[in-house]
């Protein structure tokens, strides 16, 4: 009895982590792209955004801790599906690259929402402020340059596990290393490229439900 228990708990476990990664793409996607409808790309002292599109940016902010615990949980049952397969440098890399990842969106997601503070409780003095560019500057940097390099950092340790272990068919760890390079090498000024991430993370959970609801019948 308590065997037949475990194997359920098992067999259940890559459920949970499409679902978990289901969810993140959605929110996390649904955030980046309220953002870059609302906050201009080609200028980085505009303020406009701050008084025309607060609502967007706010909603945007509201899905981004939903998304990082979505995301978390994730990774830890992607984890616990690699099992003994696991490579531990690889492995180490892949878990540090993802909370590195998490923190740095959080951090810019907090810069932005003390932004939308501080031009709410003084519109005048935040469109010319120092301060006001120098934290515009700083979330750019945060979100798209060392945010989203994590993220090429955690898929392509991910995808040499997969490849090394077939844990995952082959042609989506070269899908992974392909995705990451881009966001390593290619994301540059294209804001849009950053939307990769989360529908990788969609492909990825899609593909471990589908795989699932294969094995599970069988098993019974």
Avoid at 54 to 59: C, D, E, H, N, W
Avoid at 77 to 92: I, K, M, P
Avoid at 142 to 166: D, E, K
């Amino acid at each position: 009895m308590r065997q037949l228990l475990i194997t359920e708990a098992k067999l259940t476990t890559p459920r949970a982590a499409a679902a978990a990664g289901i969810i993140f793409a959605f929110l996390f996607g649904a955030s980046l792209v309220l953002v870059r409808l609302a906050v201009p790309q080609n200028s980085m002292d505009s303020t406009a955004w701050l008084s025309e599109n607060p609502g967007m940016v706010k909603l945007a902010l509201r899905m981004v801790p939903y998304a990082g615990i979505a995301f978390l949980w994730f990774v830890g049952v992607v984890r616990d599906y690699l099992g003994d397969l696991e490579d531990r440098f690889f492995s180490t890399v892949f878990f540090g690259s993802s909370l590195l990842f998490l923190a740095l969106i959080f951090t810019a997601s907090a810069m932005t929402g003390a932004i939308l503070e501080n031009y709410a409780a003084s519109p005048g003095g935040t469109s010319s402020s120092e301060l006001f560019a120098f934290g515009r500057g700083l979330t750019y940097q945060l979100m798209n340059i060392y945010a989203m390099r994590m993220a090429g950092v955690f898929m392509i340790s991910l995808g040499t596990v997969w490849f090394r272990t077939r844990r995952m068919p082959r042609w989506l760890a070269i899908l992974t290393f392909i995705i990451a390079l881009v966001m390593l090498f290619g994301l540059g000024r294209d804001l849009w490229v950053a939307i990769l991430f989360p529908a990788w993370v969609f492909i990825v959970s899609m593909y471990i439900l589908v795989r699932s609801r294969s094995i599970l019948p069988e098993a019974v």
